[in-house]
């Protein structure tokens, strides 16, 4: 099979199938190149249905995961998203095939350097890079209408909250270091709606607001 081949057939039989429904999220999976964001050996696995390793012990999530947090921020093609974990850069391509502006931080310089190099390769243009702790945010360039945070954190971060819009969605992974639960967080009247999705496995978030790196 082509990259192209395997990439659609992912779309269909892992997306699709297991209930993914938004048109424009499922057209960005079926057009972004996921395989050019996993580094070699593991290219050929590219389309597999799992996460796999980016190298500094971290990992690019699976398909699935991918599709169902972007669906969950309920994009429609005028947003700000802060996305929290740049890691492979494969997440942010797709949020800025789907928003306005997509500002995202990481703080491995290594992967971020790596990430910015394939996504200005790609020709995107609204993508705003930082390389720091991203438990902080971004409070110079929100308040934001989709906060994504692509690591697993211990709690619920009121600093994050704060840079969420009226009506905004934050999707973020809480739980302990190894297992956490997806949260939707979604402001309403000033208030942080809480709703607990999937279980799910990311890496720690590491920072100020999150866990020690040790
Ligand atoms: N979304 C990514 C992708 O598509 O490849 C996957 C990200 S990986 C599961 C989580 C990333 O979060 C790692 O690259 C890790 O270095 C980063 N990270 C952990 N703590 C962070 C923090 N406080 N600020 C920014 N990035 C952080």
Redesign the pocket.
């Known amino acids: 099979m082509t990259w192209n081949e395997k990439r659609q057939h992912m779309v269909d039989s892992q997306l699709v199938k297991r209930g993914i429904k938004d048109n424009r999220v499922i057209q960005s999976m079926r057009k972004v190149p996921r395989h050019d964001?996993v580094p070699d050996p593991l290219r050929k696995c590219a389309y597999d249905d799992c996460?796999l390793s980016?190298g500094?012990g971290?990992?690019?999530?699976q398909p699935y995961m991918?599709a169902f947090m972007t669906e969950c921020l309920r994009l429609r093609g005028d947003e700000r998203v802060l996305?929290?974990?740049?890691?492979?850069?494969?997440?942010?391509a797709i949020l800025a095939e789907l928003a306005e502006e997509v500002y995202t931080?990481?703080?491995?310089p290594e992967?971020s350097e790596r990430a910015q190099g394939l996504l200005d390769e790609a020709g995107y243009g609204n993508i705003f890079f930082k390389v720091?702790?991203?438990?902080y945010g971004w409070p110079e360039r929100g308040p934001f209408e989709g906060i994504i945070v692509?690591?697993g954190a211990p709690n619920i971060s009121s600093v994050l909250g704060e840079q969420l819009n009226e009506e905004g969605r934050m999707v973020v992974p809480v739980g302990t270091r190894h297992s956490q639960s997806l949260y939707r967080i979604t402001k309403r009247k000033g208030q942080l709606m809480e709703e607990n999705l999937i279980l799910c496995i990311?890496?720690?978030?590491?920072?100020e607001y999150?866990w020690e790196e040790n």
């Open positions: 964001f996460p980016i500094k971290q990992t690019i999530s991918v996305e929290i974990g740049t890691g492979s850069g494969y997440q942010t931080i990481e703080r491995i992967l720091g702790d991203g438990t692509t690591a990311f890496v720690p978030l590491i920072g999150a």
